[in-house]
């Protein structure tokens, strides 16, 4: 399935200086993504690849430096799942649908999609750490927003769920959507541009560690 187009204007990100518990993070960083692409966030623990999601999702705010996003265009994936853990994962994904305006039809592509249909009925406190992040993603897939913002998408995900993330991520990009990733794993998404955050020439590296 692949979403209506979005029309989307290139992110700018520049001069972007911020801070964690009074310690600088990130300095003098920019960048620019268009729509269509996939972006994956590299760097050791402590890098700073959290905090710069969390920017560009209006979630910190930023010391300095612009950028250039609306965070009503954003779909955020953190670390945690948010999945409360006594609704199925059909009522989950069927608040998220209606949330976002998606239709029944959606729905049903995505939980196929995601490999989800065999555990509408199963109660998310129940599943899995795979199957979380399978139906977290589905909840991002849902939201029909532009930019996804994804913080370890792929950790507990298998071989061929990752495949299956992989796919959702060029049909985002096919329909002009941008989709930003951090991560440790090898994501294999197919013509995905790389930033690594320990050799970007403006990171201060105060906080790897
Ligand atoms: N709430 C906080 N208070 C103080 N320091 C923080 C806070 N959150 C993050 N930090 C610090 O900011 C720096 C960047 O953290 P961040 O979570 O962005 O890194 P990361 O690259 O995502 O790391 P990881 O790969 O471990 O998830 C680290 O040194 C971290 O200890």
């Not at 399978?134 to 996804?148: H, Q, Y």
Request: hydrophobic share 45%; proline share 5%.
């Amino acid at each position: 399935m692949i979403p209506a187009a979005f029309t989307l204007s290139p992110i700018e990100v520049s001069s972007l200086r911020l801070e964690r518990g009074g310690k600088a993070v990130l300095t003098g960083f920019s960048l620019k993504v268009e729509p269509g692409e996939a972006l994956v966030l590299l760097g050791p623990n402590g890098a700073g690849k959290t905090t710069l999601l969390r920017a560009l999702g209006g979630l910190v705010r930023p010391l300095g430096g612009e950028i250039g996003l609306d965070p009503q265009s954003v779909a955020f994936l953190g670390h945690a799942d948010a999945l409360k853990p006594s609704e199925t994962v059909e009522q989950a994904l069927q608040f998220w649908a209606g949330l976002y305006g998606g239709d029944a039809n959606q729905l049903e592509d995505v939980m196929v999609q995601m490999a989800l249909a065999h555990l509408a009925r199963r109660t998310c406190g129940t599943l899995s750490a795979g199957q979380k992040r399978r139906t977290a993603l589905a909840r991002i897939a849902l939201s029909n927003r532009p930019v996804w913002l994804l913080d370890e998408p792929a950790a507990p995900l298998d071989a061929r769920s990752r495949e299956r993330l992989a796919a959702l991520v060029k049909t985002q990009c096919q329909a002009g959507g941008v989709v930003i990733a951090a991560t440790h794993v090898d994501l294999g998404w197919a013509g995905a541009r790389v930033e690594d955050l320990r050799t970007a020439p403006t990171k201060t590296g105060a906080g790897v560690g």
